[in-house]
């Protein structure tokens, strides 16, 4: 995990928490209300791809809803369902949107995402 690299917390919740639902983990819901008492985290290894995103399986498939997209840095999509793309470049292809790493700049993206296969954990951190 790179330390403040989601700035977006309710929309990383909100994506940790579909994720976890949907594959049988517990953690609060999109509103906040407590499904398991106990603290989640997702971690999800990535692999780079095409020089613009990391992709990683989420070993799960999820409901989608693709639209046409072109994305930027910084936005994170769902991709054929189970898997979760990291975009430090721009691409155009049929998506859903999850969310969007809002703090960093999409040079500072590419420093951490640009340069070999990462993994990336999304959840409660203290």
Do not use: H
Not at 55 to 75: C, E, F, H, W
């Amino acid at each position: 995990m790179v330390p403040g690299f989601f700035s977006s917390g309710r929309v990383i919740a909100a994506v940790l928490a579909v994720i976890m639902l949907l594959v049988g983990c517990g953690v609060k819901d999109v509103n906040g209300s407590t499904v398991s008492q106990s603290k989640a985290s997702l971690t999800i290894r990535m692999s780079m791809y095409g020089g613009f995103e990391q992709v990683g399986s989420l070993g799960a498939s999820l409901p989608r809803n693709d639209v046409q997209t072109t994305t930027s840095a910084g936005d994170i999509v769902l991709y054929s369902g189970n898997q979760m793309v990291i975009f430090y470049g721009s691409n155009s292809w049929a998506y859903t949107r999850l969310g969007r790493i809002t703090d960093k700049s999409a040079r500072e993206m590419e420093e951490l995402l640009g340069n070999g296969d990462v993994t990336v954990t999304i959840g409660e951190f203290e």
